[in-house]
């Protein structure tokens, strides 16, 4: 696929050196890793609420970003 970035497999070695992951199953892992992120953001992305997400993605305080942003909301959520 164009545009894909690449996995490195040499990330899910240290998995394997202590037997968390059989080393046939980390040979797959990059192309299940990109198999999930494409139904992620198929599937699930438009579903999230986009200042949520955002939020997500901020230094987090006490609560955690998307739960600050939550707790200071003063809409309720959509139906």
Do not use: N, W
């Amino acid at each position: 696929m164009a545009g894909r970035r690449s996995v490195d497999t040499r990330s899910f070695k240290g998995m394997v050196e202590k037997g968390y992951l059989p080393k046939d199953r980390a040979e797959g892992c990059g192309e299940e890793f990109h198999q999930v992120a494409y139904e992620v953001k198929k599937l699930i992305d438009p579903s999230v609420d986009a200042e949520l997400r955002r939020a997500s993605r901020r230094p987090q305080g006490a609560l955690g970003s998307a739960a600050e942003a939550a707790a200071q909301s003063t809409e309720a959520p959509p139906r």
